[in-house]
Structure formats: C-alpha cells, structure tokens
C-alpha cells in the first residue's frame, strides 16, 4: 500500500507536469492577417521549434508514465521519486536554471509623436511584453524571465498606471527578458518579418536581441496556492 506522503508527492509530480503543457500551449503565438507576406523560411524555423516542442512534450509524457509504473511497481521508489520531484521544480519555475539562450532589451520609443498622434503608441505597454513573450516560447524558449521575474503558468502581465505587474511585482521600461534555448532559433523567430518585434521597432521602440552561451534565470518566488483546482482519481483520496 502506498504512503500518503509517496501519493503527496507523486500528485506534485502531475500538477507541475501540468504547468509545464499549460505555459507551452499558452504560448503558441497567434497566425495574423499578414502571414502572407513572411518569409518561408522564417515560417519554417517556428514550425520546426513547434514539432520539436510537441515531440519533446510526447516524450516527458511517456517517460513520467513509465516512472511512474515503476513507482506502484516497488522500483526504486524512493530515487525515481526524488528525480522527478527534482524534474518537476525545474518544469514548475522553482530552481534556478542556466543553459544558452538570447538576452532581449527593450526601451521606450525616443520619437516625438507629430500632431494628432497618440503618444501611448511610442511606449511599451503589457500587450507588447506578453507578445514578445509569447514569441520567444513559440521559438522554443524553455525558460524565461522578465527584470528577474520568472514567467511560469501562474505569472500573470498586467497594465497597472505606468508600470507593469509580473508576479505581483512592479516593472517599468527598460525591460531586460532572458529565454533560454536554441539561441539561433530564438533569435529567427522574434526577429520574424512581421512579427511582433518588427511591428514594435516600426513605431521607434528599441528592440535588441543579442545570443548568449549562457544565461541564469532565477527560480519563480511567488505563491503556488490552489484554492479551487483540486487533484481527481485515485491521488485526490490519498
């Protein structure tokens, strides 16, 4: 018979396992109106990322399923058990992690809007952050974070007077965003033509992407309360 600590555990493993197909399946940029007039092969370096990501999701699946049959199998329960807690702190947010990836900077327009304009369209708002955002994890970023604020599922990207709120936090221009991944293949798809950074740069507003062998980002710090999602089968009776 089970533990109640093994299945506590065990439902920690799914509900962060959870996280990670929420934040990669959010992530999906959307397909505008001008995706005639991108280049075939800028549209192929995302395709590519994408299957990549989903055959890589498809294994973590299969791989977790099998731990976890040799879990209720008795097989080294207790060292297949820490690695996919230690698997799953790294899918969740929570522990730092390093790898190659892009550092992207981005600072206010220095335009003077002419009359008649509106000024606002010269500045970063949360539309434009979240965009870039979703962007780099469409090209496969595996982490990320915003002026040290991790992204997970739950990191929330919200207008608040002229600042920014990212997991409750205050942030204001310039935003320092650090994605881990293929560095080549993050830096192609935010640069796509008409893509998101594109259409920023085209109002004045400083975009630089600049690959990296190796970038730290910080461990999520914010709350992982649920109050109403609740575990179901046989783990929300243990």
């Not at 007039?37 to 370096?45: F, N, T």
């Given at each position: ?14 509900v ?6 929420a934040?990669?399946?959010r ?9 005639q ?9 995302l395709?590519?990322a ?8 498809v294994?973590e699946?299969?791989a977790l399923?099998?731990?976890v049959?040799?879990?209720?199998a008795?097989i ?5 058990l820490?690695e996919e ?6 899918i969740?947010?929570?522990?730092e992690v ?6 992207i ?5 220095q335009?003077?809007?002419q ?9 970063i708002?949360d539309k434009?952050l979240?965009?870039?955002i ?15 604020q991790?992204?997970v ?10 600042v ?6 205050r ?9 881990i991944g ?5 830096e ?13 740069q085209?109002w ?12 730290v980002?910080p ?18 009776a243990?």
């Open positions: 018979m089970k533990s109640r600590g093994s299945w506590a555990a065990l439902t920690i493993i799914f962060l396992f959870g996280f990670m197909l934040t990669q399946f992530a999906r940029p959307p397909i505008t109106s001008n995706i007039h991108q280049r075939a092969e800028e549209l192929s370096v395709l590519s994408s299957e990549q990501q989903r055959e890589n999701l294994t699946v299969a399923r099998d731990r049959a040799q879990m209720e008795g080294d329960r207790d060292r297949v820490q807690l230690s698997k799953a702190r790294v969740g947010g929570l522990t390093k790898g190659p990836g892009v550092v900077e981005m600072t206010d327009s335009k003077a809007a009359p008649g304009q509106d000024p606002n369209v010269f500045l708002h434009d979240q965009d870039v979703n962007a780099a994890f469409g090209a496969g970023a595996e982490a990320l974070s915003v002026n040290g991790r992204f599922s739950k990191t929330e990207v919200v207008c608040a007077g002229n920014i709120m990212i997991n409750g936090s942030v204001a221009p310039p935003f320092k965003i650090l994605a293929d560095p080549t293949v993050l192609n798809g935010l640069n796509m033509r008409g893509g998101v950074v594109n259409n920023l085209f004045g507003i400083d975009v630089k992407i600049k690959q990296q062998e190796e970038i980002i461990a999520y710090q914010g709350s992982l309360d649920f109050h109403f999602a609740k575990p179901v089968g046989k783990e929300a243990k």
